[in-house]
T-cell receptor, first 118, second 113 residues
Framework: AQKVTQAQTEISVVEKEDVTLDCVYE???????LFWYKQPPSGELVFLIR??????QNEISGRYSWNFQKSTSSFNFTITASQVVDSAVYFC???????????????FGKGTKLSVKP | NAGVTQTPKFQVLKTGQSMTLQCAQD?????MYWYRQDPGMGLRLIYY???????DKGEVPNGYNVSRLNKREFSLRLESAAPSQTSVYFC????????????FGPGTRLTVL
């Protein structure tokens, strides 16, 4: 059965600190996709990154970086030099290969609420 | 492009009332989804439509019905609202293909008294 676990319910840091949000997933598929979404206090969901199971290269985008490790079934997200605008709930999600109509369906973790204080 | 739009933004219902949440996308996406978000629960899939003319149940379909009116529009209906359906509802859409991400609407905050 597929599952996404974000063990950190809430994290609080002071501005400029680095912070890592953990994501552990379970799947029996060999082909799958992992996503991170951001939900700021305004409530909308913003897509951040997609990674497929065959691409274990780490990704860096500005202050954001993602570490994908198949050996530990983890897809962790690090924010370097955090800012107050990074305060949000962050969701990790899994999409399995699926068949027919269920392709692309997302299984979400419960989210990690990040508070960055000035 | 407006992306994914949802109406209404807020709604208060009494137990037993019915209502329809509307969703439309202008990105020519094939697949559309309805989720509910409850505190501490993440997003849970209610129903999805892989393409125009098809709909399927997700994780939590009880108490809901959906209609894929055309390629652009996907509505969610509560026939007899219950307090347990108090939630924030998100509609999403996705282009064809395995790798594409879902794009979300702004959400509808529903309270059932």
């Amino acid at each position: 059965a597929q599952k996404v676990t974000q063990a950190q319910t809430e994290i609080s840091v002071v501005e400029k600190e680095d912070v890592t949000l953990d994501c552990v997933y379970e799947t029996r598929d060999t082909t799958y996709y992992l996503f991170w979404y951001k939900q700021p206090p305004s409530g909308e969901l913003v897509f951040l990154i997609r990674r497929n199971s065959f691409d274990e290269q780490n990704e860096i985008s500005g202050r954001y970086s993602w570490n994908f490790q198949k050996s530990t079934s983890s897809f962790n997200f690090t924010i370097t030099a955090s800012q107050v605008v990074d305060s949000a709930v962050y969701f990790c999600a899994l999409s399995e290969e699926g068949y027919g109509g269920s392709q692309g369906n997302l299984i979400f973790g419960k989210g990690t609420k990040l508070s960055v204080k000035p | 492009n407006a992306g994914v739009t949802q109406t209404p933004k807020f709604q208060v219902l009494k137990t037993g009332q019915s209502m329809t949440l509307q969703c439309a996308q202008d990105m020519n996406h094939n697949s559309m989804y309805w989720y509910r978000q409850d505190p501490g629960m993440g997003l849970r899939l209610i129903y999805y439509s892989a393409s125009e003319g098809t709909t399927d149940k997700g994780e939590v379909p009880n108490g809901y019905n959906v209609s894929r009116l055309n390629k652009r529009e996907f509505s969610l209906r509560l026939e007899s609202a219950a307090p347990s359906q108090t939630s924030v509802y998100f509609c999403a859409s996705r282009a064809r293909g395995r790798v594409s991400e879902q794009f979300f609407g702004p959400g509808t905050r529903l309270t059932v008294l």
